[in-house]
């Protein structure tokens, strides 16, 4: 399996639900990511876990909460999120570690806040 | 940190013709430049990668360049065909302190027939 799943593919949601976004992977990969995307625009990145530990939190808002349960998982809880939050949201890992290894990236979940 | 520039951000170029892109990274601990494609709708993928301990690397029709001291790589598609219309985007990435892959902005690129 040489791929990054995401569900869901597409997600609507009012400013006061609660939803979560999840990745999975089976390629042994110790390094999982949560990128933001807009329009026209590069990934950003939001968070790096690094062998199921949070490394990187590039300043998020506390509306966003990543979990990693396992090495294979990766979910991103939302909570109150506003409509300037819409976007793309990629998964994405990499082998982890010291060496640079290309990341796999999943489909993404296209987020829609109203 | 690393700051990644890109240019041209749109590139139209006739079907069979060669389309180049350019990046310029500013942090000299950086190692490894890929590049990735991505489609209207879908997700990036990686279609080449490069490490500072080579000078060029090439995959059939993709090819990238790296110079070290200049702190920038290119990429660059030879006989172009529609299929390649996509945006590409240009990264960076070191094994150092904050392991992140940064990104350029990216270049909308156009075959036309």
């Known amino acids: 399996d040489t791929e990054v799943t995401q569900t869901p593919k597409h997600l609507v949601m009012g400013m006061t639900n609660k939803k979560s976004l999840k990745c999975e992977q089976h390629?042994?990969?110790?390094?999982m990511y949560w990128y933001k995307q807009k329009a026209k625009k590069p990934p950003e990145l939001m968070f790096v876990y690094s062998y199921e530990k949070l490394s990187i939190n590039e300043s998020v808002p506390s509306r966003f909460s990543p979990e990693c349960p396992n090495s294979s998982l990766l979910n991103l809880h939302l909570h109150a999120l506003q409509p300037e939050d819409s976007a793309l949201y990629l998964c994405?890992?990499?082998?982890?570690?010291?060496?640079?290894?290309?990341?796999?990236f999943g489909s993404g979940t296209r987020l829609t806040v109203v | 940190g690393e700051n990644v520039e890109q240019h041209p951000s749109t590139l139209s170029v006739q079907e069979g013709d060669s389309a180049v892109i350019k990046c310029t990274y500013s942090?000299?601990?950086?190692?490894?430049f890929p590049w990735y494609k991505q489609e209207l709708g879908k997700r990036p993928q990686l279609i080449i990668d490069?490490?500072?301990?080579?000078g060029e690397k090439k995959d059939q029709r993709i090819a990238v360049t790296l110079n070290k001291t200049a702190k920038h790589f290119s990429l660059h598609i030879t006989e172009t065909q529609p299929e390649d219309s996509a945006v590409y985007f240009c990264?960076?990435?070191?094994?150092?302190?904050?392991?992140?892959?940064?990104f350029g902005q990216g270049t909308r690129l156009t075959i036309n027939p």
């Open positions: 490069i490490r500072s301990n080579v």
């Open positions: 942090d000299s601990a950086s190692n490894y």
């Open positions: 994405a890992s990499s082998p982890g570690g010291q060496g640079n290894y290309g990341y796999t």
């Open positions: 390629m042994g990969h110790r390094a």
């Open positions: 990264a960076a990435k070191t094994d150092q302190g904050a392991q992140k892959l940064v």
